[in-house]
């Protein structure tokens, strides 16, 4: 079994700052792409920031500057930095891993961490 944690959400006023982490763990041979997803209420569910294995890093136009992905592969974690933070970003945000277990390649989510920013 493959588990993903998040942690880091929280309350934050407008232009603060919050860290995501995600960490991965169980049966995992290769961690390929990590990513962030976030949903907010009445809303389809979007990315907002890729890293692969190599370090490549695609992000959404609305956080562009703002938000920073990284990843440490001997922890299995991948990391978000959101930074000028804005109402706008309030969300549930999901941690995605796509990895080979051993038997095959498939994407995991994680339990998805809260987001406020207050104006």
């Known amino acids: 079994q493959v588990q993903l944690v998040e942690s880091g959400g929280g309350l934050v006023q407008a232009g603060g700052s919050l860290r995501l982490s995600c960490a991965a763990s169980?049966?995992?041979?290769?961690?390929?792409?990590m990513s962030w997803y976030r949903q907010a209420p009445g809303k389809q569910r979007e990315l907002v920031a890729a890293i692969t294995s190599g370090g490549s890093t695609v992000y959404a136009d609305s956080v562009k500057g703002r938000f920073t992905i990284s990843r440490d592969n001997a922890k299995n974690t991948v990391y978000l930095q959101m930074n000028s933070l804005k109402p706008e970003d309030t969300a549930v945000y999901y941690c995605?891993?796509?990895?080979?277990?051993?038997?095959?390649?498939?994407?995991?989510w994680g339990q998805g961490t809260q987001v406020t920013v207050s104006s």
């Open positions: 995605k891993a796509n990895l080979f277990d051993g038997l095959g390649t498939s994407d995991y």
């Open positions: 169980g049966r995992i041979f290769r961690l390929n792409a």
